[in-house]
């Protein structure tokens, strides 16, 4: 099972407003597990990023200068996500605006539905925290996910954050429990790190009550079985 988690950073809200995609991030993940392949894209949008935009992202027009437009990199993009499933936080923003940036090229391009099953997290997430908050960021936190590096809005950060997210959201830390050597590194390390974490485990001892019904209780079972219990015999070795 293929899934990529997708996320899009715009100039502004409304494609309908003209506003366009200038970054493109997006994380493979195969069978639950979380791959090395991405994509990750900056694009040329060709007119002005919104300041309201520019203070989520921290994108500036003049970074975005000397790269691509969406025409150039449409063929790449679309043949990484197509055919798997798009995990997509807020869906409708992203899809509305890649659908909006293939309707400006020619007509061999149709809606990204065509192409990908879409899923939007955010309604996973509202069904499994209902009124709670299910931002990114809240999200994050509610699964012990490390998102300090998030200081602005980043394509393919936060698809990174979103497949961890998801992953816990719907089967636990499953990216834990793989077969190959790395995995099994990242578990071992986050084992070490519990453990070291946890306070030492109290000894307690019976009391010299408790060991008199403990002997007591032990007699009953001798007698029931018509022989010495197991108990009795491991605690004489």
């Given at each position: ?160 954050l979103l ?28 084992i070490r ?8 485990l109290p ?35």
């Amino acid at each position: 099972m293929r899934q990529v988690v997708l996320d899009t950073e715009t100039t502004g809200i409304d494609p309908k407003q003209g506003h366009r995609i200038i970054e493109i991030g997006c994380v493979e993940v195969i069978n639950r597990q979380i791959t090395t392949n991405h994509y990750h894209q900056y694009i040329n949008p060709d007119r002005k990023i919104d300041e309201e935009a520019l203070k989520v992202h921290g994108i500036s027009n003049q970074f975005l200068q000397d790269k691509p437009h969406f025409k150039e990199i449409a063929a790449d993009f679309m043949q990484f996500i197509q055919g798997a499933e798009l995990l997509i936080h807020n869906a409708p923003f992203d899809v509305g605006f890649i659908n909006h940036e293939l309707s400006l090229l020619s007509a061999q391009w149709q809606v990204i539905e065509q192409y990908c099953q879409i899923t939007d997290t955010l309604v996973l997430a509202r069904e499994n925290h209902p009124g709670q908050k299910n931002s990114l960021d809240a999200l994050c936190k509610r699964y012990d996910i490390d998102n300090s590096k998030r200081d602005l809005h980043g394509a393919l950060l936060d698809s990174e954050l979103l497949a961890e997210v998801y992953l816990r959201m719907t089967g636990g830390q499953v990216s834990l429990l793989g077969d190959n050597e790395g995995q099994n590194k990242n578990k071992q390390t986050a084992i070490r790190r519990i453990s070291a974490d946890r306070a030492a485990l109290p000894i307690l001892s019976p009391t010299a009550a408790e060991l008199v019904e403990h002997e007591n209780y032990l007699d009953k079972l001798d007698k029931k079985s018509g022989e010495t219990c197991l108990w009795r015999t491991l605690s004489s070795h």
